[in-house]
């Protein structure tokens, strides 16, 4: 009996509920220094989120856990290369999971550090365990492009998620941040995630995921701290989720272990 009650559950979902994520994140543009290797640390935990998973397989949201350790390394001033490993969560209905692995490519204006208008794309690469996405192989395009004022910057990310089934199906998730500096090392930030659907049909207004967070950066010696919370904005999004990314170079002149 209770079988029966999921599978009709599952079928009262609507045509796709956002899943758990291992990374939280507005890209900027930042790339690490040629020969530099740098450590990001995603965690992030859902206390009040969806109940159901958005697949039989799936994880459901509320009261999970979930992150990775992103692995990037600078090769040139306009490119890095990156590993997601491991890609974990430890979800209310099916405990501790290892999620997959993914490779990632990111290519930036050289001089986006400097450039009132920054902008460059990221490609990643997924390999998949079933329990987190109903697909192995999946992918992402996010463009970056962004504008920074005196203290304060702004930046999008139109991201389109590729299952590869064709252009129409590319699912647009778009990402925005709008952050301020408000003292030496401390930014304030606004950060908005969607997911409107695939792009031969946009989900409806209520199917939709919409989710706002409020973000605090603070560098802490050789690492970088964001913490947020965010609040769902849709009945397809989970009502409160909190982020910590911890960041680092590992070597080069401010490295964790060379200062």
Do not use: C
Request: no cysteine; proline share 6%; aromatic share 16%.
């Amino acid at each position: 009996m209770k079988l029966l009650w999921l599978a009709a559950a599952l079928v009262l979902l609507p045509a796709r509920a956002i899943a758990l994520t291992d990374e939280i994140q507005v890209y900027t543009g930042d790339v690490a220094a040629p020969g530099v290797f740098n450590l990001t640390w995603h965690n992030n935990y859902t206390p009040d989120g969806l109940k159901m998973p958005d697949f039989p397989a799936g994880l459901t949201d509320s009261h999970s856990w979930s992150g990775v350790t992103e692995w990037a390394y600078g090769v040139t001033p306009w490119f890095e290369a990156g590993l997601y490993l491991p890609l974990y969560a430890d979800s209310s209905n099916r405990g501790p999971q290892l999620n997959g692995f993914k490779l990632r490519t990111l290519f930036v204006n050289p001089d986006n550090a400097a450039s009132n208008f920054y902008y460059g794309v990221n490609f990643e690469f997924s390999y998949n365990s079933r329990h987190w996405d109903e697909d192995r192989f999946t992918g992402e395009i996010r463009p970056i492009l962004g504008w920074r004022g005196e203290g304060w910057s702004f930046t999008f990310n139109p991201i389109l998620d590729n299952s590869y089934k064709g252009f129409s199906r590319l699912d647009f998730a778009p990402a925005t941040r709008l952050d301020f500096e408000v003292a030496k090392d401390w930014t304030v930030a606004a950060e908005e995630y969607d997911d409107f659907g695939a792009l031969r049909s946009f989900l409806p207004a209520d199917q939709q995921s919409h989710q706002l967070y409020a973000v605090v950066d603070h560098d802490v010696g050789t690492v970088s701290v964001e913490f947020g919370a965010g609040f769902g904005l849709t009945p397809a999004t989970d009502k409160l989720t909190f982020k910590l990314i911890l960041s680092s170079d590992l070597n080069g002149p401010n490295g964790f272990f060379t200062r």
